[in-house]
């Protein structure tokens, strides 16, 4: 009887041990420490990283919409408050420019067999993130509003104007159209997609001057400014978030918003089924005729922090392994344009998939840039407001840019 | 009282102040003068999901070399201060140059990126404190002659637009002014103008601030303007009754003059807190018609991928400049005083 009794509880406590083996991810030990930005993606891939938590192996996410500011001082100190940064391609560039991640091209080679070439960011010949998703801002377009009035989808921004006067002369909606114009990141932003566009250069190559006062510049800034006229009146004021609820409020016919918010307004917590179901997608409208979509693609990926111990940046990596495997992913299919192997669009990622197939340009890297998309963003909205011209709009941005560019070094 | 007397006294707050004011402040001063070393720059092959190009970017290990041998960066001296994004002394003298009268002269000064935001704060420092300091006044006169039942509710609700915290009253009252908000609507009803935006006009947006800023900071002015009333000696009220002086005439000849001294203290911490005005830009995302110089330190602050410590360090020396000039006059005062005494 003792004998039965006593074996029972060894083979249960056996059965236990090797169920909780194979419920983590076969990690030894190790500490794995996550930021990232908040948004459901990221909630996805840190889940599955978490996947990998047992007792020797702790799983811990900070998702904020802070990561930017707090990443540099969080990855500088030794160790690192963060093992694993979850960047974009322009959050990237401060960490390598102050040499605060590590390659990892010993832990693709290790554990990495999930991945496909275009998910490796190499910089250098290096291997300095894994992207695992893709974003752009594109064309949100009611359906219904453009088949009863007889507008095809607009492929240029003069089209896109056209409908909006269309619709406003039929006195459908005054205001048609909408955009993230909100002075500072945002409006920067909407710049950039429009410049990449144009297909000319930001810089001169090789170097960090400016070059973009010519006529590409003048012109994205009068489309901006054209724009503008079929927007309400508090355009100013409207970032990505602000255009979902005047969007259910069946005052928008056109907008350009992010793909990664494409899911929430035909998600079934849409506020209004009715408009949800009317919503679609399109690639970003181009600047000139058969022009390229006016939107710059972003991946989003994770980098390793330098300034950890081996044993939790292979932890870290084979966690993060977890995090974007196509496990994960079929889960979550539709939060975003997984690069993951075996993605299948859905019917969010219609904009993005039209942006990358009609030849939309990255966000430019380069170590610089931030200091224009600021100059940029602080500098445009006066002359959407008519208060300057367009030449004097580009003068106060190059000196803008060019005063910082001067303190951090990259001009003289 | 002896001087050493008083330094046992003071001693604890002054090396408290030493340790937390004035050595930041001496350390932001000497940061100010810096610069970032010179980038080293190389060209490489960046590979990524879009596909591989030529990538500038930044030598690190040189950077790394530089920055052991020189932590400061490059000395700028008084550079930054002269740079187009602070006092901006070359584009002056190019408007000066290039200008043919008064007016283009003020636009393209206001222009420039700290003069637009220093013409804001000081905008607001001198219309609000007064505001503050009226209405203030006239509540806590008001409160002073309610019956007892009322005193405590209505002093609760007075204190209330200061007790909120400046970001979340300001976001409420974003929403309130906003076209769709009950303010924002019951105006456009009012004036019969189904376009009018509270938000939209840099114009309306700077009044909306200034409502604001006197509806947030009157608590304050309220809240010493009633402790002083309690004081006021009831001999020199009744013989004013009794000389047949009426209401009105009795608050100007012996409440006003009497509360004179309080209304120095709250227009000295007003012209202190005032020129420092940050939140109320960040809450009615104002950044498209008002900027103030805290808001430039903060934007300077939060570009993440470079920030401009330098930039930040002399804006903020400027402000403190800026509020040594606003507060000269008093200290003025005071220091006469205090050698008059002496």
Redesign the interface.
Known sequence: MKMTVKSTVAACALIASAGAAWADCGIESGSVRILSNDFAALHAVADGAATCASDTVEVTANATEEH??I??PALTTSPATYTVAVIA???I??L????LIRPLDEYVAKWGGQLQE????????KIMAV?FM?NAQHMFYRKDILAENGIEVPKTYAEMMAAAQKLRDAGVMETPLASSY???WNLAAEFVNSYLSTGNEFFVP???ELAIDNVDGIAVLETLKGMTEYM???W??YDANSQKPVWEANEIAIAINWGSRAGAFIGDDAADPAIAEQTAFAAAPAMYDDGIPSAA?W?DGFTIAKNISDEDAEASFRAMMAGVSPEMMAENADLAVW?IDGYEPTAAAVGVIGN?QGGA??YP???????L??ALG?NI??YL?G??SAE?ALA?IA??Y???A?????L? | MPHKTFLAFIWPSLLAMILFIAVPILSVAYQSLF?????I????????????KP????D??A??QLREEQPM??F?GLN?YT???HLAFN?INEIFRSSENFNEIRNKIM?L?FYKALIFTVSYTFIVTPLVIILGFIVAVVVNSLPNLFKGPVIFFSLLPMIVTPLVGSLVLYWMI??RGIIGAGLQSLFGDP?L?L??S?VLTWVTLFVYGVWHSSPFAFVVFYAGLQTVPSDTMESAMVDGANRWERIRFVTMPYLLPLATFIALMQLMDNFRIFEPIIGF?A???ATSLSFLIY?DL?????P?F??AAATSMLTIVGVIILLLPVLRRNWREFNRKS
């Open positions: 930017k500011s990443q540099v391609s322009n959050s560039v401060p390598l420019n102050d040499d275009n998910q490796l960011i190499r910089i250098n010949g992207a893709a909100m002075p500072g090789g170097t960090a309400y009146a508090d100013a004021t693609l991946w690069l990358v340009r990255p890297m380069e170590p610089y840039m931030g200091l998309h600021t602080d909205v006066e407001q208060k300057e004097q106060d000196a803008a060019n005063a910082a001067t303190e951090a070094g990259y003289n | 610069i970032e070393h010179e980038q720059l190389v060209t490489s092959e960046n590979c990524g999901p879009f596909g591989c990538q500038v970017s930044v690190v290990d950077m790394r960066g490059r700028n930054t740079n187009s994004s584009d222009n990126p906003d076209s376009n935006s938000k939209a840099p995302s950044a498209a018609s934007n939060r570009a993440s991928e470079s401009l330098g930039s």
